[in-house]
């Protein structure tokens, strides 16, 4: 992994288990650039540096570079990549293409809109209310998978924007969907998606800084009892 130099500051404020802080991270990595990172108990008292980091949403993830603070994982990604660029486009994260570019940014968007938050939604219900935010979700995926057919990734033959986007999709539903006892992701239905997952979960990058699962079930069982006693 190349070194950022003495002068330059790159620190990350995360949380262990937050999907939009491995984003961040697995982009730096791919950029090759060292940092920093600082854990933050984000629900038993966040740190000074955090609050005033990030004043307006006081949430991870924040990027700090030499002293500025960038927040919002989906921004963050976009500033990593201008950040630290090669001449050749090596380990580049977005398109070059104007067009492009922006269907990967519509892409994840939607996916966080109406797969991530309605799958976390589905796992705190239950019934007939479940079953729906969890049909939901399967529609959202037919889009996906067409978005990633013929594709190695959504990048094409290297990790790319959509890619780190869609992360938390290749190893963090089916968490979701053991806590919640439902079924939303199935691989005969989008066999390109399970596909994809298979091969995001196990490149170089990413396999060796996923949180460990049995921790996540516990966390996201605990996160589960906590919000269906309110």
């Known amino acids: 992994m190349a070194k ?4 330059e500051e790159v620190k990350v404020l995360g949380f262990w288990v937050s999907p939009f802080v491995l984003r961040v991270q697995w982009a730096l990595k791919l950029k090759g650039i060292n940092y920093d990172y600082v854990e933050e108990d984000i629900w038993g008292g966040k740190s000074a540096l955090l609050l005033n980091s ?6 991870v993830p924040v990027l700090i570079h030499n002293g500025k603070p960038v927040v919002e994982s989906l921004h963050i990604l976009e500033y990593i990549d201008e950040t630290w660029t090669h001449p050749d486009h090596r380990n580049q994260i977005l398109p ?16 966080e ?5 309605c799958g976390y939604r589905a796992m705190r219900l239950s019934g007939e209310e479940q079953l729906n935010a969890a049909n939901s979700v399967a529609e959202s995926l037919e889009f996906l998978e067409g978005a990633v057919r013929g594709k190695k990734f959504f990048g094409g033959e ?6 780190i986007a869609l992360g938390w999709l290749a190893y963090m539903l089916e968490v979701w969907e053991e806590v919640g006892s439902m079924k939303i992701m199935n691989a005969n239905k989008f066999p390109c998606l399970a ?5 995001f979960v196990n490149h170089p990058f990413i396999k060796d800084s996923l949180p460990p699962r049995d921790m996540m079930v516990h966390y996201f069982e605990e996160r589960h009892k906590v919000l269906a006693s309110k």
Not at 158 to 163: E, K, M
Request: net charge positive.
């Open 4 to 7: 950022r130099s003495d002068e």
């Open 54 to 59: 990030n004043p307006v949403f006081k949430k």
């Open 96 to 111: 070059t293409d104007p067009y492009e570019r922006a269907m990967v940014r519509f892409w994840a968007k939607f996916a």
């Open 113 to 117: 809109a109406k797969v991530f938050y």
């Open 158 to 163: 290297n990790i790319g924007y959509l890619d």
């Open 195 to 199: 596909t994809w997952m298979k091969s």
